[in-house]
């Protein structure tokens, strides 16, 4: 297994590594855990590293790659591995291709971990870390707010990047540089997209889900054939240039303006503006049509019967002239095609 895990910081994607490590047996390899290790050794790397890292800045590519390197090289990582928070901008992404392929061990999939923001400043701000094994909690599944660590009894400690001021600063390097890989990882048809809330258990099983689907390639879509005007089927539409058309075309115009983002939409919408449109038309012809039968009905009727035929008459008329009135529409434009 070769994986990405992409998302946000606090989006569950260390926690969800360890998960996915022990089931499929390759390893985590978080390039934040590298660098707080080289931190808290006080490497060279590690003094470089670290202003950035608590500013809540990505640390400059080549030590991030250094890193990343050197961590797969290692005999654990022969058969695969889990990345987690590498890479983290477009540079990254092309070296990692290249040092992937480099080393004969191409990518297979990327896992987006969807999350809310405010879910992901929420679980931030409650993350504590253990100082002795290294266990990822949370205050909000803790049994006390300053509880030592439930796996080792070890102490947990608050992450100097995981203040309020420095979760808002991650949050929008994340916007301007990490998330613009969905895109790209979406285009080489390598992404998933994982809901990434919910609990442990269930995220898990939707990203084993998620691997165990064969992996579809997006190829690009063909462009759509436009039919020949013999090939259309024959509607009962009004003709184009016919006066009962009008409102419908200048209805279907009004559609046409929608700006080209709500394309989506616009189809499902053209279709509702141009059927009330049609509506209204029929409602309209059916309301002319009531007129002129009542209005001969007005004229051959005896004085004395008038009374009593206008009423019942307009209920009964009405059903049947407005279909009447809709085949006539229909009838017309056959008529004219
Ligand atoms: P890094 O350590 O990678 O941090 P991050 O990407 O900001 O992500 P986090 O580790 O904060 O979150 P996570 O997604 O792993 O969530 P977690 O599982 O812990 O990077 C730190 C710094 O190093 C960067 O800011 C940068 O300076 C530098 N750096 C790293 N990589 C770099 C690179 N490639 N290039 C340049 N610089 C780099 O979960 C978070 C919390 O939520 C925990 O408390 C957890 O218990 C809880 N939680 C998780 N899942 C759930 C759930 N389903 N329900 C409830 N709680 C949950
Ligand atoms: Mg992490």
Do not use: W
């Not at 590293?49 to 080549?62: K, P, W």
């Not at 990345?83 to 990254?92: E, V």
């Not at 099983?205 to 190829?219: D, F, G, N, S, T």
């Amino acid at each position: 297994m070769r994986i990405v895990l992409l998302g946000a910081p606090g989006s569950g994607k260390g926690t969800q590594a360890q998960r996915l490590q022990a089931k499929y047996g390759v390893p985590q390899v978080s390039s934040g855990d590298l660098l707080r290790d080289a931190v808290a050794r006080q490497t060279e790397l590690g003094m470089k590293a670290r202003a950035a890292m608590e500013a809540g800045q990505l640390v400059s590519d080549e030590i991030v790659l250094g890193l990343i390197r050197e961590r797969l090289g290692r005999p654990d990582a022969q058969n695969g591995f889990i990345l987690d928070g590498f890479p983290r901008n477009s540079d990254q992404a092309t070296a990692l291709a290249r040092l992937l392929e480099e080393i004969g061990q191409p990518l297979e999939t990327v896992l987006l971990m969807d999350v809310r923001t405010k879910t992901l400043i929420e679980r931030m701000a409650g993350r504590r870390v253990c100082r002795s094994c290294g266990a990822v909690h949370n205050v909000t599944s803790l049994p006390a707010p300053n509880a030592p660590c439930t796996k080792c009894g070890g102490e947990l400690y608050q992450r100097p990047d995981d203040k309020e001021e420095v979760i808002a600063k991650r949050l929008d390097v994340y916007q301007s540089q990490t998330k613009p890989l969905i895109e790209h990882y979406q285009k080489l048809g390598q992404l998933k997209v994982i809901k990434g809330e919910g609990t442990l258990d269930l995220i898990t099983a939707r990203m084993e889900a998620a691997l165990a689907k064969p992996q579809v390639k997006a190829e690009p879509k063909p462009a759509p054939v436009k039919k020949a005007a013999s090939e259309k089927k024959p509607t009962a539409r009004p003709a184009a240039s016919s006066p009962v058309a009008q409102p419908v075309q200048a209805a279907a115009s009004k559609v046409a303006k929608i700006p080209a983002k709500k394309a989506a939409k616009k189809t499902a919408r053209k279709k509702a503006v141009v059927k009330a449109a049609r509506k209204k038309v029929a409602r309209k012809a059916a309301k002319k049509a009531i007129k002129k039968v009542l209005k001969k009905i007005k004229k051959s009727a005896k004085p004395a019967a008038r009374k009593v035929v206008k009423k019942p008459v307009k209920k009964v008329v009405h059903k049947a002239v407005k279909k009447a009135a809709r085949k006539k529409i229909g009838k017309k434009a056959a008529r004219k095609k």
